[in-house]
Each structure stands twice: as structure tokens, then as C-alpha cells.
């Protein structure tokens, strides 16, 4: 049972890091006051994205590179459309949603020819599971060997930074004077305007932040996780990442937990797969679907009200002198 419970759990941080990464990045976003449902898109574009130069180069660190590039340009395709021209940030962030889905899809049968996928990476091209100093030699430890060779070492380095962004980016929020203008966006632009302090600047900061950060996550997916881009793949971790965003009330800690709590959902989704109640086997559709219908159970009971940024959505207009 012990053994079970540990690789529940490091099955849980595999599948939870896309989420806290994208989780993040939106906060950020709709901190300073543009709402993101782009993160979905800009997963599945970082995915293709990093995989297909890690193919093409057979470097890791390339892919991301070129995940995160391409990340951060959606995010300022977005910023352009909702902060330049005072879009609707809705309509813009769920059009990149479609372009990401039908233009990744189109690229990848266009340059591989292979139904949209890319070709399995191998070697220096894909972000290999670390080995901490030790992990093999108290590996047969009871209890301490299998906690710290199974849970703690064995996850790739995107894996580990997730972890380390969540406290820095609290403190980047909240311990800063760049995070409190932010906050102040979010809740008041016009007196941050008044302040001397350009609103427009603030957002295509945050902008930025959030490009890189869904980016890692993007990148994780295919060059870490899968080792390969595959149509689709991102599968709604954009929107679950949203959710826990709402879930977590737009903080870094609480957002984490909630990411933490629907990958521990997924992994036990995956796990249940096959199993049965009194003799009927439960179809793996339903298992499937688990964690997405928790997640709305979750979120229409039991967080209680959360309450976005005042100015979240909001265009901002400077007012004429």
C-alpha cells in the first residue's frame, strides 16, 4: 500500500506540472487585468513547438527555447488585440485557441507525415528523468529509499523548476514593488495611471511572464512528459489550469495545491482504468472523465467566492486632460 500511495504521488507531480506552470502563468495575466483562455493554445503551440526543433536539432534546451519563443509570441498576439486595440480578450484568447489546434495539426503532417505527430525523440533530444546523488544507492531503504529514489529524484529539471517558481513568483507578486504595480493594474489602472505608471507597460509585462512560464509547460509536455508531439495533446489542461487558478483564488500557493489536487485526480483516473464494482467493469471513458467532473464539482461547492481583479477584462482608456 505504501508503495502504491508514493508512486500515486509521483505519477501526481508528472501530470500536475503543465498545470501549475499554465496555473501560474495566468495568474500573472489576470492580475494586471487580461483575462487568458489562451493558455490552452499557447500549451499546445509551445508543444509542437519544442518538439519539432528538439527533432530537427536533437537538442532539448533548444526545444524549449523555441517553445518558449513561440509562447511568448501568442501571448503578445494576444496583448496586441486586448490591450492595443481594446479587443474583447475572450474572443481573441479563443481565437488562438483554434489557430494553435488546426495550425499544429497542419504543420506537423505538412513537415513529417505522420498524422499530425512528430517523431519520438531520444537521447539529448528529450529532457531525461535526473538521478539525485544517492537515490540508487538507498533505493532498497525501506520507507526512506523508496520516498527519495521514487518521489523526490527521478523527474526531469522542467519538473523540479515548477516547484521552484511557485514560491518565486509569490514573492515576485507580493514582496515586490514590480508586483504590487501589477496587483494595482488588476485592481485600479487609472490610479496607477495617475501615479506616473504606464498601464499598457504593466500588462505586456505580465504578458511576457505569462508567455514564458505556459511555455515550460508547453515544452514539458512534449520534450519531457510524452517525448513527442501529438495532436492535440494538450487535452483541456489549459481550462483545468484556469480552474485551478479560480480554485486557488489567483494566489501561487493555493493555485499549486489545486493543480496538485486535480493531478492526483488524473492519476488516479489513470490508475482505476480496467477496475471494476462488483463484478461490472467501469468504462474507461468514465474513468476519463473523472477529473473533469470533479473539477466542476470542486468549483461550484466547495472554494467558496472567489473574487477576481477588479479591473479583469476591462480595456483600459487613458483618460483625455
Known sequence: MFETIILMLDATIRVATPLI????????????GVVNIALEGKLLSAAFAGAATAHITGSAWAGLCAGIFISV?????????SITHKGDQVVSGM????????LTITLGRYWFSQGGQTPALSGDARFAPLTLPGADAVKDTPVIGLLYSELISGHSVIEYLAFFIVPLSWYLLFKTRFGLRLRAVGESPSAVDTAGISVIG???????????LVGLGGVYLSV??????LPNMSAGKGYMALAALIFGKWRPFNALAACLLFGFLDALAIRLQ??????????VQAIEALPYVLTVFLLAGFIGKAIAPKAIGVPYTKERE
Open 21 to 32: 506552470l499554465a496555473a501560474l502563468a495566468g495568474m500573472f495575466s489576470e492580475r494586471s
Open 73 to 81: 509570441l501568442l501571448a503578445l498576439l494576444h496583448g496586441f488585440a
Open 95 to 102: 481565437a488562438i485557441n483554434i489557430l494553435a489546434a488546426g
Open 202 to 212: 504593466m500588462r505586456y509585462s505580465a504578458m511576457v511572464i505569462c508567455g514564458i
Open 224 to 229: 519531457g512528459q510524452t517525448a513527442q508531439f
Open 274 to 283: 480496467g477496475a471494476s464494482i462488483g463484478g461490472i467493469v467501469i468504462p
